[in-house]
Protein backbone atom coordinates (compact mmCIF):
# COMPACT_ATOMS: atom_id res chain seq x y z
CA UNK A 1 0.00 0.00 0.00
CA UNK A 2 2.94 2.39 0.12
CA UNK A 3 2.92 2.94 -3.64
CA UNK A 4 -0.96 4.02 -3.38
CA UNK A 5 -0.41 6.57 -0.61
CA UNK A 6 2.65 8.00 -2.49
CA UNK A 7 0.33 8.17 -5.62
CA UNK A 8 -1.80 10.48 -3.58
CA UNK A 9 0.71 12.97 -2.22
CA UNK A 10 2.38 13.71 -5.44
CA UNK A 11 -1.34 14.02 -6.59
CA UNK A 12 -1.42 17.18 -4.76
CA UNK A 13 2.21 18.29 -5.96
CA UNK A 14 0.71 18.07 -9.85
CA UNK A 15 -1.94 20.14 -9.19
CA UNK A 16 0.15 22.61 -8.06
CA UNK A 17 2.21 22.62 -10.98
CA UNK A 18 -0.59 22.85 -13.26
CA UNK A 19 -1.87 25.44 -11.51
CA UNK A 20 1.22 27.53 -11.50
CA UNK A 21 1.47 26.50 -15.17
CA UNK A 22 -1.87 28.10 -15.54
CA UNK A 23 -1.38 31.08 -13.15
CA UNK A 24 1.72 31.64 -15.80
CA UNK A 25 0.04 31.72 -18.73
CA UNK A 26 -2.66 33.94 -17.21
CA UNK A 27 0.06 36.22 -16.45
CA UNK A 28 0.12 37.90 -20.13
CA UNK A 29 -1.85 41.09 -19.71
CA UNK A 30 -4.80 41.78 -22.12
CA UNK A 31 -2.75 44.17 -24.04
CA UNK A 32 -0.02 41.12 -24.68
CA UNK A 33 -3.15 39.14 -25.52
CA UNK A 34 -4.09 41.23 -28.05
CA UNK A 35 -0.71 41.98 -29.64
CA UNK A 36 -0.39 38.07 -30.31
CA UNK A 37 -3.88 38.13 -31.85
CA UNK A 38 -2.94 41.39 -33.91
CA UNK A 39 0.17 39.31 -34.83
CA UNK A 40 -1.23 36.27 -35.48
CA UNK A 41 -3.68 37.72 -38.42
CA UNK A 42 -1.62 39.94 -39.73
CA UNK A 43 1.51 37.61 -40.71
CA UNK A 44 -0.56 35.14 -42.59
CA UNK A 45 -2.36 37.91 -44.36
CA UNK A 46 1.14 39.86 -45.33
CA UNK A 47 2.50 36.65 -46.82
CA UNK A 48 -1.16 36.12 -48.79
CA UNK A 49 -0.67 39.57 -50.00
CA UNK A 50 3.22 39.13 -51.16
CA UNK A 51 2.47 35.88 -52.97
CA UNK A 52 -0.07 37.37 -54.78
CA UNK A 53 1.41 40.47 -55.46
CA UNK A 54 4.37 38.22 -56.81
CA UNK A 55 2.41 36.13 -59.03
CA UNK A 56 0.18 39.09 -60.40
CA UNK A 57 4.08 40.30 -61.10
CA UNK A 58 4.82 37.04 -63.06
CA UNK A 59 1.45 36.80 -65.17
CA UNK A 60 2.68 40.56 -66.26
CA UNK A 61 6.07 39.74 -66.90
CA UNK A 62 4.84 36.77 -69.38
CA UNK A 63 1.86 38.67 -70.90
CA UNK A 64 4.69 41.68 -71.79
CA UNK A 65 6.53 38.66 -73.26
CA UNK A 66 3.55 37.88 -75.21
CA UNK A 67 2.79 41.17 -76.44
CA UNK A 68 5.99 41.70 -77.24
CA UNK A 69 6.33 38.40 -79.37
CA UNK A 70 2.71 39.77 -81.47
CA UNK A 71 4.48 43.28 -81.96
CA UNK A 72 7.80 41.81 -83.40
CA UNK A 73 5.45 39.39 -85.62
CA UNK A 74 2.86 41.80 -87.00
CA UNK A 75 5.88 44.05 -87.51
CA UNK A 76 7.80 41.40 -89.63
CA UNK A 77 4.87 40.62 -91.75
CA UNK A 78 4.29 44.31 -92.31
CA UNK A 79 7.90 44.57 -93.47
CA UNK A 80 7.33 41.55 -95.56
CA UNK A 81 4.45 43.05 -97.37
CA UNK A 82 6.29 46.51 -97.71
CA UNK A 83 9.16 44.42 -99.73
CA UNK A 84 7.01 42.80 -101.61
CA UNK A 85 5.08 45.76 -102.95
CA UNK A 86 8.52 47.33 -103.54
CA UNK A 87 9.79 44.57 -105.43
CA UNK A 88 6.32 44.26 -107.64
CA UNK A 89 7.20 48.13 -108.40
CA UNK A 90 11.26 47.09 -109.53
CA UNK A 91 10.27 44.49 -111.35
CA UNK A 92 7.65 46.50 -113.20
CA UNK A 93 10.22 48.83 -113.77
CA UNK A 94 12.88 46.41 -115.12
CA UNK A 95 10.59 45.51 -117.90
CA UNK A 96 11.10 49.01 -118.92
CA UNK A 97 11.19 49.65 -122.93
CA UNK A 98 13.69 52.33 -122.13
CA UNK A 99 15.70 50.03 -120.15
CA UNK A 100 15.61 46.73 -122.70
CA UNK A 101 17.12 49.48 -125.60
CA UNK A 102 19.76 51.12 -123.10
CA UNK A 103 18.15 54.72 -123.35
CA UNK A 104 19.53 55.59 -119.72
CA UNK A 105 18.19 58.99 -119.67
CA UNK A 106 14.46 58.17 -120.09
CA UNK A 107 14.88 55.22 -118.08
CA UNK A 108 16.45 57.39 -115.40
CA UNK A 109 13.06 60.12 -115.75
CA UNK A 110 10.62 56.76 -115.25
CA UNK A 111 12.60 55.98 -112.18
CA UNK A 112 12.57 59.29 -110.61
CA UNK A 113 8.88 59.13 -111.41
CA UNK A 114 8.70 55.72 -109.32
CA UNK A 115 10.93 56.80 -106.29
CA UNK A 116 8.74 60.37 -106.25
CA UNK A 117 5.42 58.26 -106.67
CA UNK A 118 5.88 55.28 -104.62
CA UNK A 119 8.72 55.72 -102.55
CA UNK A 120 9.71 59.35 -101.27
CA UNK A 121 13.13 59.35 -99.68
CA UNK A 122 14.52 56.47 -101.27
CA UNK A 123 17.04 55.61 -104.18
CA UNK A 124 16.65 53.74 -107.34
CA UNK A 125 20.25 51.97 -108.76
CA UNK A 126 21.17 50.58 -111.73
CA UNK A 127 23.75 47.95 -111.32
CA UNK A 128 25.96 46.05 -113.77
CA UNK A 129 27.14 42.41 -112.97
CA UNK A 130 30.70 43.81 -111.16
CA UNK A 131 29.02 46.01 -108.58
CA UNK A 132 29.26 49.18 -111.04
CA UNK A 133 26.68 51.87 -110.64
CA UNK A 134 25.40 52.55 -113.88
CA UNK A 135 22.65 55.10 -112.70
CA UNK A 136 21.48 56.26 -109.64
CA UNK A 137 18.32 58.48 -109.00
CA UNK A 138 20.44 60.13 -105.24
CA UNK A 139 23.06 62.00 -107.86
CA UNK A 140 23.25 64.59 -110.95
CA UNK A 141 22.73 62.69 -114.50
CA UNK A 142 26.56 61.94 -115.70
CA UNK A 143 28.09 61.95 -112.35
CA UNK A 144 30.46 59.37 -111.67
CA UNK A 145 29.09 56.39 -109.43
CA UNK A 146 31.40 54.09 -107.26
CA UNK A 147 31.31 50.62 -107.40
CA UNK A 148 29.09 48.88 -105.21
CA UNK A 149 31.29 46.80 -102.04
CA UNK A 150 28.50 44.69 -100.98
CA UNK A 151 27.77 42.06 -103.63
CA UNK A 152 26.08 39.06 -102.95
CA UNK A 153 23.04 40.24 -103.36
CA UNK A 154 23.71 41.36 -106.89
CA UNK A 155 25.72 37.99 -107.88
CA UNK A 156 22.35 36.00 -106.82
CA UNK A 157 20.53 38.19 -109.05
CA UNK A 158 22.48 37.75 -112.05
CA UNK A 159 23.05 34.11 -111.27
CA UNK A 160 19.01 33.27 -110.68
CA UNK A 161 17.00 35.25 -112.66
CA UNK A 162 15.40 36.22 -109.80
CA UNK A 163 14.37 39.32 -107.13
CA UNK A 164 16.30 39.21 -103.64
CA UNK A 165 16.71 41.20 -100.74
CA UNK A 166 20.43 41.93 -99.53
CA UNK A 167 20.82 42.87 -95.99
CA UNK A 168 20.87 46.11 -94.71
CA UNK A 169 25.09 47.88 -95.67
CA UNK A 170 26.31 51.36 -95.07
CA UNK A 171 25.23 52.80 -98.87
CA UNK A 172 28.20 54.25 -101.15
CA UNK A 173 26.30 57.72 -102.04
CA UNK A 174 23.98 58.77 -99.89
CA UNK A 175 26.43 57.47 -96.59
CA UNK A 176 23.32 56.18 -94.68
CA UNK A 177 22.07 52.51 -93.77
CA UNK A 178 20.74 51.27 -97.38
CA UNK A 179 18.97 47.56 -98.36
CA UNK A 180 18.68 46.64 -101.28
CA UNK A 181 15.42 44.89 -103.85
CA UNK A 182 17.09 43.75 -106.91
CA UNK A 183 14.95 42.20 -109.35
CA UNK A 184 16.86 41.05 -112.54
CA UNK A 185 15.79 40.51 -116.12
CA UNK A 186 17.82 39.13 -118.97
CA UNK A 187 19.07 42.42 -120.50
CA UNK A 188 22.14 44.25 -120.83
CA UNK A 189 21.60 45.91 -116.90
CA UNK A 190 19.82 42.95 -114.96
CA UNK A 191 19.60 44.68 -112.31
CA UNK A 192 17.70 47.02 -110.33
CA UNK A 193 18.31 47.87 -106.92
CA UNK A 194 16.70 50.01 -104.41
CA UNK A 195 18.53 51.43 -101.68
Request: positive net charge.
Amino acid sequence: MRQGEDLTQDAPAVTDSLERQARGARRLSLRARLGLLVVASIVPLTAFVLARVYLNYQHAVEDSGEKTLELARGLSIMVEKDLQARIAVLQVLALSRSLREGDLSAFRTEAEAVVADQFPGATIVLLREDGQQVMSTRTLQGATLPVRRYLETVRQVFATGRPAVSDVYQGVVAGGPAAGEAPGRQHRIRAVDQS
